[in-house]
């Protein structure tokens, strides 16, 4: 019988697949490694910056860090958030916003200052926007960088919405925080949200850059599903490039942990 999680050693970090059909245990693990970075950066600055993600993902992840905290056994006082990325424009009052999922799945549900969550603010005026993203940038330097990212990936290999494109290494590694237009297949895949209607979805978005998520001291990538396998396998086994975002991540692998479902996993080789 195959014993779970396998454990792989990879070019592109550490990988944990999970039996397929057990999102709550590879969620479990996720919280861990959460919970373990919250109480060791609280220990060592009296706080801890958490850089988050949305997407369906890491609903399963967020549940528990909603139970550990109901049970006491993990504190969100000392924690400040970042997260990933935000449409823009967009209300934060809009049910696809962001800012409304992580209220939903997390903030609503803990004690958590409120100007302790950040989230790219999807209704600054087109003047401010480009420096209302490397503002945040600053933020997360001037809180001392994050302890641990939380990442998701598309289909098309995308981290935080840094699309697949033509940049040397050197450059896609240099990217900030900043305001981009969404690829084709993240808007595809985002239109289950917006009714079905790939042309409902906001054409633009703010997403950290990948300089400003390869700059946090931990990196936790989760991967669910068969849809995910080619991405998955590419940012693993596959050359570093920025037509596959995910593959960047084999430049900073000693700091990566990959948490994935058997079928993510699925074209991988070992
Ligand atoms: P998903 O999105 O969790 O909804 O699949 C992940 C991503 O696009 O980063």
């Known amino acids: 019988m195959a014993v779970f999680p396998r454990n792989l050693s990879t070019p592109a970090g550490n990988v944990l697949i999970f039996a397929e059909g057990d999102p709550e245990s590879a969620a479990r693990c996720a919280a861990d490694r959460i919970r373990f970075a919250v109480d060791a950066a609280g220990a060592r600055r009296g706080k801890a910056v958490l850089g988050l993600a949305t997407g369906s993902t890491p609903i399963p992840v967020y549940s528990q860090l909603v139970q550990r905290h109901r049970e006491g056994d993990l504190k969100f006082n000392g924690v400040i958030t970042y997260n990933l990325d935000e449409y823009y424009p967009i209300s934060p009052r809009d049910p696809n916003s962001y800012r409304t999922f992580m209220h939903r799945h997390l903030f ?4 958590i200052v409120p100007n302790q969550t950040h989230v790219f603010d999807g209704t600054v005026p087109e003047s401010a926007v480009s420096e209302h993203a490397e503002q945040f940038d600053r933020w997360i330097e001037a809180d001392g960088g994050l302890d641990l990212q939380l990442l998701g990936i598309g289909r098309n290999g995308h981290i935080g919405f840094n699309e697949p494109s033509d940049l040397s290494v050197e450059q896609a590694l240099a990217l900030p925080s900043r305001i981009i237009s969404l690829h084709p297949v993240t808007a595809a895949d985002a239109a289950r949200d917006f009714g079905g209607d790939a042309n409902a979805v906001p054409k ?3 997403t950290m ?15 669910f599903g068969p849809n995910k396998a080619e991405a998955v396998a590419k940012s693993i086994h596959g050359p570093v490039t920025a037509e596959v975002p995910g593959s960047l991540l084999q430049t900073i692998s000693s700091k990566v942990t990959w948490i994935l479902d058997e079928a993510a996993a699925d074209l991988l080789s070992w």
Do not use: C, D, M, P
């Open 108 to 111: 609503s549900q803990v004690e």
């Open 204 to 206: 633009r978005a703010l």
């Open 209 to 223: 850059g990948i300089k400003t998520i390869f700059s946090a001291r931990e990196i936790l990538i989760i991967a």
